[in-house]
């Protein structure tokens, strides 16, 4: 099992591009998130899937849209990227039990 | 005042010292986390707990219910402890397995 993976690894964007950030699980888990996380900040969830089908906004959202394909793959749009999204961005899937898996985490810098 | 806080912020301690760190929240919770991430690493769950203690290899949770604290102890601290640690709660109020966290604790253990 791959557990929970994310790419691409890094990116650098220009301001105003936009990208998708991709994620999957293996371990049919209902529940994905995606956070950020900035030095000083800790993780904030920006958007959330508890099942599939449904998203749901987080703590910070602006800026960014999300789509749950299918219960597998849960992805992270930027449309118009900004420098303050520059950031690490972990997405993460829960079952029922309750602990949270994460991936190995994209670090995207905009310039 | 975050819902989720964790002291000391920074710790530097001497291989084999016993390590604390503390986690304090304010919330009514079902389940607290204890997270690692190691630099330039992902993040990785090592414990989820709800009540009393949890042990695993050197490392040991602790979590008193009443006074809305949690503790993660490593004892005979190694280099390879070195990362940061991440307190997370699950809350009670409808939160679909949502996290709060806490904004980590940045652990140096020097040989």
């Known amino acids: 099992n791959a557990g929970v993976t994310q790419t691409p690894k890094f990116q650098v964007l220009k301001t105003g591009q936009s990208m998708t950030l991709q994620c999957a699980q293996d371990m049919n888990h209902n529940s994905m998130y995606w956070y950020r996380q900035d030095p000083g900040m800790g993780l904030r969830l920006i958007y959330y899937?508890?099942?599939?089908?449904?998203?749901d906004k987080g703590e910070v959202p602006n800026g960014y849209n999300v789509s749950r394909l299918n219960k597998r793959e849960f992805s992270l749009r930027l449309e118009s990227a900004a420098p303050s999204q520059t950031s690490v961005y972990f997405c993460a899937s829960t079952g029922g039990g309750g602990e949270q898996f994460f991936g190995p985490g994209t670090r995207l810098t905009v310039l | 005042k975050n819902e989720v806080e964790q002291s000391p912020q920074n710790l530097t301690a001497q291989e084999g010292e016993f390590i604390t760190i503390n986690c304090s929240y304010s919330?009514?919770?079902?389940?607290l986390h204890w997270l690692q991430q190691h630099p330039g690493g992902g993040i990785v769950s090592l414990f989820m707990?709800?009540?009393g203690k949890k042990k695993h290899g050197r490392l040991i949770a602790t979590i008193n219910i009443q006074e809305k604290h949690s503790s993660l102890h490593i004892t005979a601290s190694h280099p390879r402890d070195s990362a940061v640690y991440i307190c997370a709660a699950t809350p009670w109020r409808g939160s679909q397995g949502n996290l709060i966290f806490g904004k980590g604790t940045k652990l140096s253990v020097k040989p």
């Open positions: 919330v009514g919770i079902s389940a």
């Open positions: 899937s508890a099942s599939e089908g449904t998203t």
């Open positions: 707990l709800s009540s």
